[in-house]
């Protein structure tokens, strides 16, 4: 009963630490994408949309992942504000970020992270194989 106790606690832990791991280095990662964009780096990738054809949207998740910028809806499609300039946004699909910049700018780190947490599992499977093999 103690090593199930005992198991469940370790497993628990590592879940927590490792989600935890993930939230940090997803907001990290989400942030210097937005620092890019906000450096004009994916200007081709930029849309001019008029002040008053667009509205705010009330997506409370987008609103907490985006925090203090301002997020907009038109035709079905969710827009980031870059900028603003006179009566126009210059905005940037919520699709172009994730695809083009947090993977492209972060792909390194996303590999980093990931042979961390594989490479432990390889070891340990390496190690087990070993002791059976004698």
């Known amino acids: 009963m103690k090593d199930k106790k005992n198991l469940f606690f370790k497993l628990s832990f590592i879940i927590f630490f490792s989600m935890l791991l993930i939230y940090i280095v997803f907001i990290l990662s989400f942030s210097q994408a937005i620092s890019v964009l ?3 780096l994916f200007s081709s990738s930029l849309e001019q949309i008029k002040i008053e054809d667009a509205k705010e949207t009330n997506n409370t998740l987008l609103s907490v ?3 203090n910028n301002l997020v907009l ?6 827009y980031f504000v870059i900028k603003v300039e006179n009566s126009r946004y210059f905005v940037m699909s919520i699709k172009n970020i994730l695809s083009k910049i ?12 990931s042979s961390l947490f594989l490479l432990p ?3 340990n499977f390496k190690k087990k194989n070993s002791t059976i093999k004698l």
């Open 121 to 123: 599992i390889y070891f």
């Open 102 to 113: 947090i993977l492209l700018i972060n792909l390194p780190l996303l590999l980093l992270i």
């Open 38 to 40: 906000h450096q004009d």
């Open 73 to 78: 809806d038109k035709n079905d499609n969710t």
């Open 65 to 67: 992942l985006f925090l």
